[in-house]
């Protein structure tokens, strides 16, 4: 009986996560085939110089007044937190972009067309920064993730009437 609890209590885990689809997170966090959890502050353990091949190891080209988002929630109801922090190993991020936070029932694609940077906030083309993705569901246990970005004058972001990836002006 204690076993079978203990299959339950892991499975529930294992589906409780989430991925940044756009911009490209840091590193794939979801799986057995990593060696990141998102359970680690402030980016899933996935430092901030880390690399991935098969992520394509580069920033997301992003607005320079702020941009879309795409996320894979495997929760029936979350409430999203989503940051930024300037800098190319930002451990930091101290510019809110949901204000209030979101609430998002029922799991699957959540796509926002349009996050805008806080006002006072100027970016220039090219400036290193990473966007931060924190969710909590209902027993208030925060899972991380992180997308590099460098915001770029000629990309648009979504329109309200796609979930594609944003295009190049």
Same mark, same amino acid.
């Given at each position: 009986?204690?076993?079978?609890?203990?299959?339950?209590?892991?499975?529930?885990?294992?589906?409780?996560?989430?991925?940044?689809?756009?911009?490209?997170?840091?590193?794939?966090?979801?799986?057995?085939?990593?060696?990141? *959890?998102?359970?680690?502050?402030?980016?899933?353990?996935?430092?901030?110089?880390?690399?991935?091949? $098969?992520?394509?190891?580069?920033?997301?080209?992003?607005?320079? $007044?702020?941009? *879309?988002?795409?996320?894979?929630?495997?929760?029936?109801?979350?409430?999203?937190?989503?940051?930024?922090?300037?800098?190319?190993?930002?451990?930091?991020?101290?510019? /809110?972009?949901?204000?209030?936070?979101?609430?998002?029932?029922?799991?699957? $694609?959540?796509?926002?067309?349009?996050?805008?940077?806080?006002?006072?906030?100027?970016?220039?083309?090219?400036?290193?920064?990473?966007?931060?993705?924190?969710?909590?569901?209902?027993?208030?246990?925060?899972?991380?993730?992180?997308?590099? /970005?460098? !915001?770029?004058? !000629?990309?648009?972001?979504?329109?309200?009437?796609?979930?594609?990836? !944003? $295009?190049?002006?």
């Amino acid at each position: 009986m204690l076993t079978a609890a203990v299959l339950l209590a892991t499975a529930q885990l294992a589906v409780a996560h989430f991925g940044v689809e756009y911009p490209t997170w840091r590193a794939a966090t979801l799986g057995r085939q990593t060696n990141f *959890s998102q359970w680690v502050y402030p980016c899933a353990g996935v430092p901030g110089n880390f690399t991935s091949l $098969t992520e394509g190891g580069n920033r997301t080209d992003w607005p320079l $007044t702020g941009g *879309s988002i795409k996320l894979d929630l495997h929760h029936d109801w979350t409430y999203i937190f989503i940051s930024l922090g300037i800098g190319s190993d930002v451990s930091n991020f101290n510019y /809110t972009l949901t204000q209030p936070f979101l609430n998002s029932t029922g799991n699957g $694609t959540l796509c926002i067309p349009r996050l805008t940077l806080p006002a006072g906030l100027t970016v220039s083309d090219g400036t290193e920064a990473s966007i931060q993705v924190v969710t909590t569901g209902h027993n208030g246990n925060a899972l991380y993730n992180t997308a590099p /970005t460098s !915001p770029s004058g !000629p990309v648009r972001p979504f329109s309200a009437e796609t979930t594609a990836r !944003p $295009t190049r002006a």
